[in-house]
């Protein structure tokens, strides 16, 4: 079951306004961006220089384009991985992932359904969620 914050209807997972072959995608993508947008996968923590984006923007999909995080809810988490703790409204949705052994809550581009990372409850006020993103599934657009 998946569903959109920001109060959207329920939508099947396997449909999104923005679809492309594998093929495609792996055109579109780098390696790295393929293998976590698509394949859902996470980068090695650290690793991202969206750890260290300070300025005023908009953290877009990698593989869309689609605003994603305002830069004013970025925070420092000390995971190693770009972290938030509210995304725009509608623009991402969860799945359960019970991958791991484990019970986790997926983040997903709600325009083209690629992996962005996790969300956690154990964030900053006022929301008290972690979005733990990916810097590979994303683009920083400075304002």
């Known amino acids: 079951m998946r569903r959109l914050f920001g109060g959207a209807a329920e939508a099947p997972a396997e449909s999104f306004p923005v679809s492309h072959t594998e093929e495609e995608w792996r055109r579109t993508l780098s390696p790295e961006q393929f293998r976590v947008l698509r394949q859902h996968g996470t980068e090695r923590a650290g690793s991202s220089p969206l750890n260290q984006e300070k300025r005023q923007g908009t953290f877009v999909c990698a593989g869309c384009g689609e605003k994603l995080f305002p830069s004013d809810?970025?925070?420092?988490?000390?995971?190693?991985?770009?972290?938030?703790?509210?995304?725009?409204?509608?623009?991402?949705?969860?799945?359960?992932?019970?991958?791991?052994?484990?019970?986790?809550?997926?983040?997903?581009?709600?325009?083209?359904?690629?992996?962005?990372?996790?969300?956690?409850?154990d964030g900053p006020e006022p929301t008290g969620l972690r979005y733990c993103m990916n810097g590979a599934a994303m683009r920083f657009e400075p304002a």
């Open 73 to 121: 809810t970025k925070f420092e988490s000390g995971t190693g991985w770009p972290s938030f703790y509210a995304p725009l409204p509608e623009s991402v949705a969860t799945t359960e992932d019970r991958s791991l052994f484990m019970t986790r809550t997926e983040v997903h581009c709600s325009r083209c359904g690629g992996h962005l990372g996790h969300v956690f409850e």
